[in-house]
């Protein structure tokens, strides 16, 4: 059975650092491209990060490119998201999602960890 199973979501102050994990099972995650997607109510699903099977590249959207950092472990099946000097603006509900390649359909999804920053 194929599980993203994300963590680490919370209520933080703005200015504040939080770190999400997507831990992977039933499929073979280190030769996945993985990525972090959000979506913000009444908003649609933005591009967040993403990182190659061997973190040999990294990719941002431009809301959050040097404030958050992506890396995985492919030795636990798990992606990470660090998030630094919080805004308000980055609350949302964070997704992590797997596919084979950039130009290959997104074949898994998580169910999502809420983040949000207080002003």
């Known amino acids: 059975q194929v599980r993203l199973v994300e963590s680490g979501g919370g209520l933080v102050q703005a200015g504040g650092s939080l770190t999400l994990s997507c831990t992977a099972s039933g499929f073979i995650f280190s030769n996945k491209l993985m990525s972090w997607y959000r979506q913000a109510p009444g908003k649609e699903r933005t591009f967040v990060a993403s990182?190659?099977?061997?973190?040999?590249?990294?990719n941002y959207g431009d809301s959050v490119r040097g404030r958050f950092t992506i890396s995985r472990d492919n030795t636990k099946n798990t992606v990470y998201l660090h998030m630094n000097s919080l805004k308000p603006e980055d609350t949302a509900v964070y997704y992590c999602?797997?596919?084979?390649?950039?130009?290959?359909?997104?074949?898994?999804w998580g169910q999502g960890t809420q983040v949000t920053v207080s002003s």
């Open positions: 990182i190659t099977w061997n973190a040999g590249y990294t």
């Open positions: 999602a797997a596919r084979r390649a950039a130009t290959a359909p997104y074949e898994y």
